[in-house]
Nanobody
Framework: QVQLVESGGGLVQAGGSLTLSCTAS????????MGWFRRAPGEEREIVSA????????YYADSVKGRFAISKDNAKNTVYLQMNTLKPEDTAVYYC????????????????????WGQGTQVTVSS
């Protein structure tokens, strides 16, 4: 059983920064990619960013390009999301996810290709 545990959410003023962390555990853990999705109240879940576990290919939603940065520590089975210049519209529950079913880097934005999900961490940006 694979478990993903997020941390680092909180309340921040617009223009501020937060760093989210997600650590994977479980004897069976292996992955081709990890990512962050978010869901704002009343909205659909959407991709924020993803990173290929082998190598350094990354993907970002247009709405966060230039403000957010995803990184990883393979030895610690941990993925990070550095969020800068936060805006009120970034307010959402952020979910960490991992995928193994699709062993390539195609369509990293597609939630259906991800196998495991964390419980989420709330990020609130006040104006």
């Amino acid at each position: 059983q694979v478990q993903l545990v997020e941390s680092g959410g909180g309340l921040v003023q617009a223009g501020g920064s937060l760093t989210l962390s997600c650590t994977a555990s479980g004897r069976a853990f292996s992955t081709y990619a990890m990512g962050w999705f978010r869901r704002a109240p009343g909205e659909e879940r959407e991709i924020v960013s993803a990173i290929r576990w082998s190598g350094s290919m990354t993907y970002y939603a247009d709405s966060v390009k230039g403000r957010f940065a995803i990184s990883k520590d393979n030895a610690k089975n941990t993925v990070y999301l550095q969020m800068n210049t936060l805006k009120p519209e970034d307010t959402a529950v952020y979910y960490c996810t991992s995928r193994k079913q699709r062993p390539d880097w195609s369509r990293p934005w597609y939630a259906g290709d991800y196998d495991y999900w964390g419980q989420g961490t709330q990020v609130t940006v006040s104006s």
